[in-house]
């Protein structure tokens, strides 16, 4: 499968606590998009990451890309429940072809 | 406009009509995609156009499935004779840039088709 995974598929935490999500994928890419998707609505690009960067931050996300594992953390700090949300990284198949999605990590932050 | 806008965003349909979704992308973008996303999962792609060139269809899971951009600006998605497995929110999204997956995707809110 060319597919990436998210993981974990699920995650509950408290407000204030600290999110991780990871994503892998098998293709080699240019970049690496994080997207957040609220219930009902749809998604939201977050942060992206080239494929030269190790590590990104904006706001209270840092995320992460380590080529060699072909893989990428996504961290949320100091959560809200407002981040409530499904979570993608959609990454590149073959060549010329569009972002595939894969079926992300749903957080719930409860206060 | 200011972003992505997708019409209608509820339709209810009975099993054997046609159905045609709306996507008015972000002024000026090149890109143009489809995806479909069912209940818990992600969204799955169905068709890419650069302006008005359908460069990649290999995700419309029928040939009941037919999209168009003539103008290379609005597009449409329209289902022939709808079947209840194709109930699911079809997601429109607009890329400023003509790669297919490099550049950064802005999506529609939606539009939920429900097929009785």
């Known amino acids: 499968s060319q597919q990436g995974e998210e993981d974990p598929q699920a995650l509950s935490i408290q407000e204030g606590e600290n999110a991780t999500m990871n994503c892998s994928y098998k293709?080699?890419?240019?970049?690496l998009q994080w997207y957040r998707q609220n219930s009902g609505r749809g998604l939201v690009h977050l942060i992206l990451?080239?494929?030269?960067?190790r590590e990104k931050h904006s706001g209270r996300l840092r995320v992460t890309l380590d080529t060699s594992k072909k893989s990428s953390s996504l961290l949320i700090t100091a959560s809200r429940a407002a981040d409530t949300a499904s979570y993608f990284c959609?990454?590149?198949?073959?060549?010329?072809?569009?972002?595939?999605f894969g079926k992300g990590t749903t957080l719930s932050v409860s206060s | 406009g200011a972003g992505v806008s997708q019409s209608p965003r509820y339709k209810v349909a009975k099993r054997g009509q046609d159905v045609a979704l709306r996507c008015d992308p972000i002024?000026?973008?090149?890109?143009l995609f489809w995806y479909q996303q069912a209940l818990g999962q992600g969204p799955e792609f169905l068709t890419y156009?650069?302006?008005?060139?359908?460069?990649?269809k290999s995700g419309l899971p029928s040939d009941r499935f037919f999209a168009e951009r003539p103008e290379g600006s609005v597009s449409t998605l329209k289902i022939q004779r709808t079947q209840q497995e194709d109930s699911a929110v079809y997601l429109c999204?607009?890329?400023?840039?003509?790669?297919?997956?490099?550049?950064?995707?802005?999506f529609g809110e939606g539009s939920r088709l429900t097929v009785l």
């Open positions: 999204a607009s890329s400023l840039t003509g790669s297919a997956n490099t550049g950064e995707l802005f």
């Open positions: 293709t080699s890419i240019n970049n």
């Open positions: 990451i080239r494929s030269n960067e």
């Open positions: 959609p990454f590149r198949g073959q060549a010329g072809t569009a972002l595939i």
């Open positions: 002024s000026g973008h090149v890109s």
């Open positions: 156009f650069q302006n008005e060139a359908q460069l990649d």
